[in-house]
């Protein structure tokens, strides 16, 4: 797939990065897609941490 605006940009200039340094001996080849919309989740979803605590949302 062909990275489309500055993003993908971003991501295929990491990409070259990455092969370049010699770190990774396997071929990169992790897709580039588009994002899909977001969709808000329902009101009792929303702002987990403050309502019930980071022991509850960790999970």
Known sequence: M?????????AERL???LLRSGKYRAK???DK???SPFS???EYHQQ???KKGRAFCAS
């Open 40 to 42: 808000r989740v329902e």
């Open 2 to 10: 062909q990275s489309k605006g500055a993003a993908g940009q971003v």
């Open 48 to 50: 987990c941490l403050e």
């Open 15 to 17: 990409k070259k990065q």
């Open 28 to 30: 990169i080849v992790t």
């Open 33 to 35: 897609l588009s994002a």
